[in-house]
């Protein structure tokens, strides 16, 4: 489903991909670990077609996806990925439920549809009582909910999260950690998830490790995990080990 070919990134004189090559299937769940700046975030965003590396090359389903100019790149996304940012990311001057409801507008469905599942997903994530405020009047963890609920209204075929649960209590992690799974269970979607937390890399069917910018562990495709959104055989076997090293 997804591939990176010795991807290369850098932000000035820093290097955050040095050749980074990994594949990712169809229906995996798959945490990208790694210490503090070893480029996760940029792995995902590569991914994601939101940044363009500077050498390699990105597949989709086998086509080209860092080659495409913006607007080709900005109609993949909104057609075919969900993305969950580390800071939630949502319009300002909309309410949570008009931040859920706009991409599914822009995807082409209708009005009542796009409230019906909006609607839906917010309770789902226990934050139906803040559809009506705006991001400023949330707290943080009830931003990343919403963020959550708009990534998976519109049933991506890729969900990509980097730290979706950095801003929540445990129990509300489990929850959110949960529902990404077992969303991606249900309709057969890739999960990609950026974390630190051992207790999120445990819902996934692997783990792909970096360090400075290079995968050191997980780079091939792998079958695994379960169709509840428990966490997957090999992650499970991995933290049971003392997991990769981060």
Not at 54 to 61: I, Q, W, Y
Request: with cysteine; aromatic share 4%.
């Amino acid at each position: 489903m997804l591939e990176a070919r010795t991807l290369r990134k850098s932000f000035g004189r820093t290097t955050a991909l040095d050749g980074a090559s990994v594949e990712i299937g169809e229906g995996e769940v798959v945490a990208v670990t790694g210490p503090s700046g070893s480029g996760k975030s940029t792995l995902l965003h590569c991914l994601a077609g939101i940044i363009r590396p500077e050498a390699g090359e990105v597949l989709f389903a086998g086509r080209r996806l860092d080659t495409l100019d913006e607007d080709a790149r900005t109609r993949l996304r909104r057609e075919n990925f969900g993305v969950v940012f580390q800071f939630g990311e949502l319009v300002p001057e909309l309410t949570a439920e008009e931040n859920v409801v706009l991409p599914l507008l822009f995807g082409g469905r209708g009005r009542r549809e796009s409230l019906e599942a909006a609607r839906s997903w917010l309770e789902r994530l226990d934050v139906a009582d803040c559809a009506g405020q705006r991001p400023a009047e949330l707290s943080g963890g009830q931003l990343q909910r919403v963020a959550v609920a708009r990534a998976l209204a519109a049933e991506p075929r890729v969900i990509f999260a980097d730290e979706p649960t950095g801003a929540l209590d445990s129990l509300a992690g489990e929850r959110v950690m949960g529902e990404l799974v077992g969303a991606a269970r249900e309709s057969r979607a890739t999960l990609v998830v950026v974390t630190h937390d051992n207790r999120v890399a445990a819902y996934a069917d692997r783990e792909i490790a970096l360090r400075d910018g290079r995968v050191v562990a997980g780079a091939t495709a792998a079958t695994g995990g379960t169709a509840d959104g428990t966490p997957g055989e090999a992650a499970a076997g991995a933290s049971a080990a003392g997991g990769v090293s981060r």
